[in-house]
């Protein structure tokens, strides 16, 4: 199966290589802000996953197809910055990536940085059926606003900040409206985004484990596991987020990733 094609941005103009990735549902693009506060340290590389923004889609959905297909952008960018590996900070689901990444291609990782997921396997539906009602119920062959496809998925959708998140999906080309994401496949392989394959490989280089306080993504029975495959993990718990710890921290977020890449082996993580 051939990898699919991925597409990035690039924000800032420090010496650090920083790739994001994003959640399930996201674009890079959803890292600008954080992208910009750390351009003075970092470029970052603002990446597309597979079935996601402007990057290619694929018929399964396959997290370790989608890490592979990561590899050239990450060693251009590492390789671009005169660094033999990048600062990879992943997001739920593309937390999942950005460890299956470490795992397979550990040379191309300098740190780990997993947001709010854990490597199990953990059912999603209840998280995502509402989500995934509410952009079904949007009618594209009849659109004619993103004031009315915002209606629609209000019926499921409660939040406006979440609906505004997943309009930015939401296109409107050569007089058609569309999805950008990939819906029918992620629709369809839900059980897969929840899951974790069995994998014999560790990652020797340093993990921070970033949780938010809100959030149930990451429990203490999960850590057996996290160890396992990333021996030198320290877990953060940021106070006052839930699962989009970027977004209800961001401040936090930021500071707490200028000390990583100020010193990527520090034992003594302060979040506030």
């Known amino acids: 199966m051939s990898e699919p094609a991925i597409h990035h941005r690039d924000v800032g103009s420090g010496s650090a290589p920083v790739v994001f990735l994003h959640g399930l549902f996201g674009q890079g693009k959803n890292f ?34 989608f890490a592979d297909a990561l590899v050239g952008t990450v060693a251009d960018h590492a390789r671009a910055l005169g660094r033999r590996g990048v600062t990879l900070v992943g997001h739920s689901l593309g937390g999942k ?120 993504y990451v429990r203490p029975e999960y850590a057996p596991a996290m160890r396992g495959l990333f021996p030198r993990v320290r877990l953060v718990t940021i106070k006052d987020a839930g699962h989009w710890v970027h977004s209800d921290q961001p401040r936090v977020f930021t500071s707490l990733l200028r000390h990583l890449l100020s010193d990527p082996a520090a034992t003594s993580l302060s979040p506030g």
């Open 32 to 65: 600008t802000q954080i992208a910009r506060d750390l351009s003075d340290l970092a470029t970052s590389r603002l990446v597309d996953l597979p079935n996601h923004g402007r990057s290619a889609w694929t018929d399964v959905f396959d997290y370790d197809l």
């Open 97 to 216: 990536v950005a460890m299956r990444f470490a795992l397979r291609h550990p040379d191309l990782v300098e740190q780990l940085v997993v947001v709010d997921i854990a490597p199990v396997a953990a059912g999603v539906h209840g998280s995502f059926d509402h989500i995934l009602a509410g952009l079904r119920a949007v009618p594209l062959d009849r659109l004619t606003s993103r004031d009315q496809a915002d209606a629609a998925l209000a019926a499921h959708v409660e939040l406006p900040s979440v609906r505004a998140f997943l309009l930015q999906n939401l296109r409107h080309d050569h007089h058609e409206w569309h999805w950008r994401m990939n819906l029918d496949l992620l629709e369809a392989g839900i059980d897969a985004v929840g899951g974790w394959p069995e994998i014999s490989a560790s990652y020797p280089g340093p993990v921070t484990w970033v949780a938010g306080a809100r959030s149930d």
